[in-house]
């Protein structure tokens, strides 16, 4: 079946260090790949996304590319701020029937 | 930014019960999808509105309806309610329809004692 494995977390990281979270995806089919980040006390908002082979998202200067060959969307951004501490989920949606499959969400901490 | 309002957060309910859950989307989004999330489950997408009308219907169960209003609000109502339907409940909004575009909401947790 479809899945969705993104690193577990958390993941603690310095103010300007570079970031990566992994995420990796099972499907049958073509899906769309996102990113969603849930800031502390709030929803999830989209933070990126792509719905083709090679299509890079970006976004607040995150980064995610979809790579069919290695069926992954992992997630970069070159220098984190204290702000950027949040969870983030990787999905996937199937657009042939809407199936929305949710990584588990790696909570992302950046100390001063 | 404004991001996808649902209320309430959590509703504890007792078997047979109703229960009505409410999503407004990010202003100028047409479409609404509803999603149900059991323990331990993936997300399975229940229903959803583009411009008012039905666009596209999942596992949604015949005690569920769900409607769009003309400011483009949603409703989800729950009857006779089951043990089972313990679950989180998202919703999500799109400008237009096709799935690469929404947003969620952050869920309503919905308890059936």
């Known amino acids: ?10 993941v603690t990281l310095s103010e300007e260090a570079f970031l ?6 099972t499907a049958t089919g073509y899906p ?18 792509a719905t083709k082979a090679d299509d890079k998202g970006s976004n607040k200067g995150f980064e995610a590319t979809y790579r069919k060959e290695t069926t992954s969307f992992h997630l970069e951004k070159g220098s984190v701020q204290v702000s950027d501490s949040a969870v983030y989920f990787c999905a996937l949606i199937m657009d042939s029937n809407y199936q929305l499959i949710w990584g588990a969400g790696t909570k992302l901490i950046i100390k001063p | 930014a404004a991001g ?3 209320s309430p957060r959590h509703l504890i309910k007792e078997k047979r019960e109703t229960a009505t859950l409410k999503c407004y989307p990010i202003p100028r989004h047409d479409t609404v999808y509803w999603y149900q999330q059991g323990p331990g489950q993936d997300p ?10 039905q666009s596209d219907k999942g596992s949604i169960p015949d005690r569920f309806s769900a409607q769009q209003f003309s400011d483009y609000h949603s409703e989800l109502n729950m009857s006779s309610l089951e043990l089972g339907d313990s679950a989180l409940y998202f919703c999500a909004s799109s400008w237009g329809t096709g799935a690469n575009v929404l947003t969620f909401g952050a869920g309503s947790r919905l308890t059936v004692l």
């Open chain 2, 4 to 6: 996808v309002i649902q």
């Open chain 1, 20 to 25: 990566t979270i992994n995420c990796t995806y």
């Open chain 2, 44 to 53: 399975q997408f229940l229903i959803s509105f583009y411009e008012k009308m």
């Open chain 1, 1 to 10: 079946g479809n899945s969705v494995t993104q690193m577990e977390g958390p």
């Open chain 1, 32 to 49: 769309s790949l996102f990113w969603y980040v849930q800031y502390p006390g709030e929803g999830l908002q989209l933070l990126l996304k």
